[in-house]
């Protein structure tokens, strides 16, 4: 069982930067992706980014070129640099482990989940 806390959410003006960071601790397999996702207020939970244990990374087009995802294997932690933050952006962040190369919503949702972190963009 992996278990997953986030950290450095919070209030942010539009236009402002955040970095959230994802601790992972447990057994795990080599092959795996670690993933965000957000939830909007009164919205379905949806993918942000992930990041492989092979390096590969793919990013939610509502966020390409503003939200960069990374992770340090030797910590077991993954991160989100969120740059020119949007009010749209506010959601609860949550982090997400699977078991493979694969991890969305839908046909690969994650087998363990973080708590979640609570971002506000807003003037």
């Known amino acids: 069982q992996v278990s997953l806390v986030e950290s450095g959410g919070g209030l942010v003006q539009p236009g402002g930067s955040l970095r959230l960071s994802c601790a992972a601790s447990?057994?795990?397999?080599?092959?795996?992706?670690l993933a965000w996702f957000r939830q909007p207020p009164g919205k379905e939970r949806e993918l942000v980014a992930s990041v492989t244990s092979g390096g590969v990374t793919n990013v939610a087009p509502a966020v390409t070129g503003r939200f960069t995802a990374s992770r340090d294997d030797r910590i077991h932690t993954l991160y989100l640099q969120m740059d020119n933050l949007k009010p749209d952006d506010t959601a609860v962040y949550y982090c997400?482990?699977?078991?493979?190369?694969?991890?969305?919503?839908?046909?690969?949702?994650?087998?363990?989940w973080g708590q979640g972190t609570q971002v506000t963009v807003s003037s």
């Open positions: 447990g057994i795990y397999y080599t092959r795996n992706s």
């Open positions: 997400g482990y699977c078991s493979g190369y694969r991890c969305n919503i839908g046909s690969n949702p994650p087998e363990s």
